[in-house]
């Protein structure tokens, strides 16, 4: 829809170099390297305080960094004052300007850039069309709803077709059948106009929704970076499997190596792990709920062992195990729950098991 | 339970009376002194035996009033526009800015309303004679302009903190140099704050006595100092009738800047705090 205005710029690749914020003695981003392709989609989650806000407050420039770099399609941004920056930015609690109309918000960068007033005219009545507020050009932010303002913030902030855009957890003010709805139309909005976006969140489902790589936070530092795929099926440390997803964790007490690997877990407990799993070591095996089996299906795996179902909870479209092994480890076990499906009750004592290849061994 | 909902009840009209007569005190001699100055009589007495608007037609026929007149709103506005700026300029780098010494800038920004004023009076005329000010306008709106600054820093410092710096970065990150975020951001959005420290910054120069008693000289001599020296020399109700045109004026003044506050938090509702 905004093709017809303007060409479309494609997005630009970032490239963030050993970026440092220090507040002394505490350090707020420990030196932090990430990458984001043109057109990509990077979500940084992580708990509050995490250092999230801060490392996209430094990307936008109202964050002074302590050392490092960071690239805009092979140009240093560090050095620009952030309105010479070209960078779209949606903050938290949007920051629409309460004085100006919806029109004159979504106009504000235009006019800034000192385009002509037919010019501004045109795009604005573009941009209103692409997120649906043509009827509400002329009320003050004061006088929208939350998803509203929300959409003024998205328009506003990409109109100048900005090199990049940031998003500082747009969505954490909204409830949640609109958080779903939102979620759907900034996916929408990102892919038409082909930007390249760092998205800040606490909600680690939204980011595996709307990117295609994430960076894991804690502490100040990026811990794990990888596709939604790679860091559920493949965490590398127990925050991260604890963070994305539910998981199983528990900490080897012996590992052996080689064809026939296997580890050896509190309670004595022994299962057979993958080979190459078992040569990146680790302090813990990680074992997602999907991938516990129960009954026969868990049978026929090399991994099988017997419990009790001590929690059976039956929620729409899933099905919630507990089981406890007789050396007292406790696990969690999903199901769908398709035609013909049986349902274990609590206090029955069932076989499960799961199969070498998904069992992580994490730090 | 039910004794104490007595109690409350006692206590609640109690609080009440007391409002009441607080207020009775103030707007009972107000009163007193519009009834006097529609006094027929050449001298003050209460209440007046009949009615008449020729104490206002002498007043505004009295030369030293109009030029005190003149005085005052030279003195008032001059001395109100220089502590809105400042104090504005203050407000913006204590609340927005990253300076050192925060705190103790805003405790000296606040002490020209609470110091007596006749300590600074006295320690301001030494002064203002060293520099050879004393008796022109300048000794008297610069030590107005600095004991009014108070009333445009607390009115911006709260406006500013009514609202979320994250609305100036977004500014700046949408392409507004700092001045240009300036101009369409921040002062559309503190202004009625700006105005209104403005009205009470003129409305205290044009009250204001003890300081005109030490700085000014027969040519700068302000309203309130005029009526003080007309209390020991002549008593009569045209006193009443330039108290009361003082009074008119500052109510106005007063209200105005009720009206712009009004008006303006109608028109948008802050939102993103």
Excluded at chain 1, 35 to 48: E, L, M, N, T, Y
Excluded at chain 1, 196 to 223: P, W
Excluded at chain 2, 9 to 24: C, D, G, P, Q, Y
Excluded at chain 2, 140 to 159: E, M, R, T, Y
Aim: charged content about 15%; aromatic content about 8%; glycine content about 8%.
């Amino acid at each position: 829809m905004m093709m017809g205005i303007g060409k479309i710029k494609a997005g630009c690749a970032v490239a963030i170099r050993e970026l440092t914020k220090e507040y002394y003695p505490i350090v707020a981003v420990a030196p932090t390297s990430v990458d984001v392709a043109s057109g990509g989609f990077f979500a940084i989650i992580g708990p509050s305080g995490s250092g999230k806000s801060t490392l996209l407050g430094i990307l936008a420039g109202y964050v002074q960094p302590t050392a490092g770099r960071v690239e805009v399609n092979g140009k240093d941004i560090l050095s620009e004052p952030m309105y010479r920056r070209n960078i779209g930015m949606v903050f938290q609690n949007y920051a629409l300007f309460p004085h100006m109309t919806v029109a004159e918000n979504i106009a504000f960068p235009l006019k800034m850039r000192g385009l002509q007033k037919s010019e501004v005219t045109e795009r604005v009545r573009h941009s209103l069309a692409m997120v649906r507020l043509e009827q509400y050009r002329d009320r003050k932010p004061g006088m929208l709803s939350g998803g509203q303002q929300q959409r003024v913030a998205l328009a506003r902030a990409a109109i100048y077709q900005p090199s990049l855009l940031l998003m500082d957890e747009p969505l954490g003010a909204l409830d949640k059948n609109l958080r779903d709805e939102m979620q759907e139309e900034i996916k929408r909005f990102q892919q038409e106009l082909g930007i390249t976006v760092i998205y800040v969140t606490h909600d680690q489902q939204e980011a595996a929704f709307l990117a295609d790589r994430i960076g894991i936070m804690k502490d100040g530092a990026m811990v794990q970076i990888g596709t939604p795929r790679e860091l559920y099926e493949r965490p590398t440390s127990r925050f991260v499997a604890g963070f994305l997803g539910e998981a199983s964790v528990f900490a080897i007490t012996g590992l052996s190596a080689g064809s026939e690997a296997s580890a050896t877990i509190e309670g004595g407990l022994s299962m057979r792990i993958n080979p190459a799993n078992a040569a990146r070591g680790g302090k813990y095996v990680c074992i997602r709920p999907e991938n516990v089996m129960i009954g026969q299906e868990a049978a026929r795996l090399p991994n099988v062992y017997e419990g009790v179902i001590t929690e059976s909870l039956y929620t729409a479209g899933s099905v919630r195990y507990r089981i406890t092994a007789p050396a007292g480890q406790s696990l969690v076990s999903r199901a769908l729950p398709h035609t013909g499906f049986q349902l274990y009750e609590t206090g029955r004592t069932v076989k499960f098991g799961w199969s070498p290849d998904d069992v992580c061994v994490i730090n | 339970m039910k004794n104490e909902g007595v109690l409350w009840k006692i206590l609640r009209l109690s609080v009440r009376a007391m409002t009441m007569l607080l207020l009775l005190a103030m707007l009972v001699p107000l009163a007193i002194i519009v009834i006097l100055s529609l006094s027929d009589q050449s001298y003050l007495s209460f209440p007046p035996t009949a009615y008449s608007f020729r104490w206002y037609r002498s007043f505004l026929a009295n030369s030293d009033y109009q030029s005190a007149i003149i005085n005052s709103l030279t003195i008032g506005v001059s001395a109100a526009f220089l502590a809105t700026v400042a104090g504005t300029l203050v407000a913006i780098a204590v609340i927005r800015g990253a300076i050192p010494g925060k705190d103790l800038l805003s405790t000296l920004m606040m002490a020209p309303a609470i110091l007596p004023q006749i300590i600074l009076a006295i320690g301001l005329y030494p002064i203002s004679v060293l520099l050879s000010l004393n008796g022109t306008y300048w000794a008297v709106i610069l030590a107005h302009a600095a004991v009014s600054i108070p009333f445009p820093f607390i009115a911006v410092c709260g406006a500013l903190q009514g609202y979320s710096d994250r609305i100036e970065y977004a500014a700046m990150s949408l392409g507004a140099s700092p001045r240009q975020t300036f101009r369409h951001i921040t002062l559309p959005m503190i202004g009625p704050s700006v105005f209104s420290g403005f009205v009470f910054a003129l409305a205290f120069s044009i009250d204001e006595l003890v300081l005109a008693i030490f700085l000014t000289s027969p040519s700068t001599r302000t309203l309130p100092l005029l009526l003080w020296q007309q209390l020991n020399y002549q008593v009569t109700p045209e006193i009443a009738a330039a108290a009361t045109a003082l009074l008119t004026f500052t109510l106005l003044l007063i209200l105005s800047a009720t009206i712009v506050r009004r008006f303006s938090q109608q028109k948008y509702k802050v939102s993103g705090a």
